[in-house]
């Protein structure tokens, strides 16, 4: 049973392919991004209009690359968000076949809290906080 709390499938287009006929590496980051804007949005934490108001930037990535994806793999990301501090939080994503459960990548993000209008960043949101907190079932932190 996955730890994870959020899936989502990607279709392995023909134009992420490399020469050798497997997904590029690059398109693996890519994956992960549409994962964690669709995660966001399952959240109600933003509404796709306006970039702007998404409210984090990314600090670091990190991902270890444990098999090729072909184009007939059925691939999903799954996600969870394993740590909420005051200003970033951290999500960690696998990239697994569908049907065959096969692990493809792990990786992790850590995210900011940020305002593009002020230019700097600011605490996570106390409606992003609850809203993840409560999907996560992480404890709540005083």
Sequence with gaps: MSDFNFSYPITVRYSDLDPQGHVNNARYLSYIEQARVKYIQHLNLWDGNSFLDIGVVIANVQIDFKAPI???????????????????????????????????????TILVAYDYHKGRTIPISKVWREKIAAFEKIPHQS
Excluded: C, H, P
């Excluded at 990301?77 to 994503?93: A, D, P, Q």
């Design 70 to 108: 072909f184009i007939s793999d059925d691939i999903q990301v799954e996600m969870r968000v394993s740590r909420l501090g005051r200003k970033s939080f951290e999500m960690e994503y696998q990239i697994t076949g569908i049907t065959n459960e096969k692990v493809f990548a792990t990786s992790s």
